[in-house]
């Protein structure tokens, strides 16, 4: 089965930047829509950030406009999220997600069928 690979996270100060990627073990999840999730100690796994690719539209969990960005590399399927301004709120181990459709409901984990193991974000204040 095709799996999902994050990197790029690790231990920062608030303020920082950092640059998480996700990529894809088979070609065919190229054309999937991608988003990235988060998921702090003792908290459900949330919603973070969506890219859907037939559109170009993206979408963003309130908490993180401004200071995240979800974008693609076109030439090799890579996933990124750029992540600026780092606050201590924003730690958590993070999940890229790939869905082969875009719902509505994008925010729901249930909607994605691939899921990564997840990179750990510390950030400290």
């Known amino acids: 089965q095709a799996q999902l690979a994050e990197s790029g996270g690790g231990r920062v100060q608030a303020g920082d930047s950092l640059r998480l990627s996700c990529a894809a073990s088979e070609r065919s999840l190229n054309t999937y829509h991608m988003a990235w999730f988060r998921q702090a100690p003792g908290k459900e796994r949330e919603f973070v950030a969506v890219l859907f690719r037939t559109s170009g539209n993206t979408y963003y969990t309130d908490s993180v406009k401004g200071r995240f960005t979800i974008s693609e590399d076109n030439s090799n399927g890579m996933v990124y999220l750029q992540m600026n301004d780092l606050k201590p709120e924003d730690t958590a181990v993070y999940f890229c997600?790939?869905?082969?459709?875009?719902?509505?409901?994008?925010?729901?984990?249930?909607?994605?069928?691939?899921w990564g193991q997840g990179t750990q974000v510390t950030v400290s204040s």
């Open positions: 997600a790939a869905t082969d459709r875009a719902y509505d409901d994008y925010r729901r984990t249930s909607r994605y069928g691939f």
